[in-house]
């Protein structure tokens, strides 16, 4: 059994005199207890990303009394047999701060080889758990959402800060899909999960990769077009091309979060098309 501590500090606002509103606190502890469920379960069980539920197969989060401070919560992780337990605090650490980073729009690379091993999977990791993160932490964010002064940290004990969450970072997870389907969206597919449906495209006009979802119930036609493109893209240079139409997931801040794809077309079906729409 492992026990880590997650240190969380609020700042700003009502938390200057010890106290919080009650509605906002247990929401944002709420928040802050599925964004380390998920993180944790993904840990201990092979980059599983875990979308329904509360609980961490392999862990338990417990909460103790607020502590001094501006406003101060402690949570405790309990690791039940955990595979290698020297390096298992370690790792958690890696993983929280590289995927939470990631749903933040912060700079991190994650340094341990447990969790380097993750983001190099064929299938998308990061993009998978970066989706179930954005809501756990939209509401992490609630004491913030209702005064911008308020700040959060959390920290690791007796190490320092791991993430500072503020105004600019909820923007980040306040996130709403625009109407307007896209199209001419030309590039490969570079990375997939058939179970999720969301993979990562690597879109020829913006010169890099974004993420993408497929919906619940594609046909298998849309299916097949993304597994061909990816397949292909591994051949000579130009091949394996695909257009997406699409709605865009962008953040407050209008970032680029992912791509609802609505059609997936192979490139010369894509021009094909284009011209019988002419």
């Not at 020297?86 to 995927?99: E, M, N």
């Amino acid at each position: 059994m492992k026990k880590i501590q997650v240190k969380l500090s609020y700042q700003g606002g009502d938390a200057d005199f010890h106290m919080l509103d009650m509605y906002d606190a247990s929401v944002s502890l709420h928040g802050f207890a599925r964004a380390i469920a998920i993180t944790t379960h993904a840990l201990l069980n092979d980059g599983d990303v875990k979308r329904k539920g509360n609980r961490a197969t392999g862990a338990k989060i417990f909460v103790s009394p607020p502590q001094k401070g501006s406003y101060e919560q402690v949570l405790t992780l309990v690791i039940e047999n955990p595979i290698a337990a020297s390096v298992v605090a370690a790792a958690f650490w890696d993983i929280l701060k590289w995927t939470w980073s990631k749903t933040l729009d912060l700079a991190y690379e994650p340094e341990t080889p447990t969790v380097k091993k993750l983001g190099e999977r064929v299938e998308p990791f990061i993009s998978d758990i970066e989706e179930v993160l954005e809501s756990a932490l939209e509401e992490a964010h609630r004491p913030i959402k209702n005064n911008p002064d308020i700040t959060v940290t959390v920290a690791r004990p007796r190490v320092g800060d791991v993430i500072h969450m503020n105004s600019e970072t909820l923007k980040s997870v306040s996130i709403r899909t625009e109407d307007q389907i896209v199209t001419g969206i030309e590039g490969n597919v570079t990375k997939y999960n058939i179970l999720s449906g969301i993979g990562r495209f690597y879109e020829d006009k913006k010169g890099h990769t974004v993420s993408f979802k497929l919906p619940d119930k594609a046909p298998e036609k849309m299916r097949k077009g993304v597994t061909w493109s990816m397949h292909h893209a591994q051949g000579e240079e130009g091949e394996g091309k695909i257009e997406f139409h699409a709605r865009k997931v962008v953040s407050a801040k209008g970032t680029l979060k992912r791509y609802l794809v609505e059609k997936v077309l192979r490139k010369q079906n894509a021009n094909k098309q284009k011209q019988a729409d002419a």
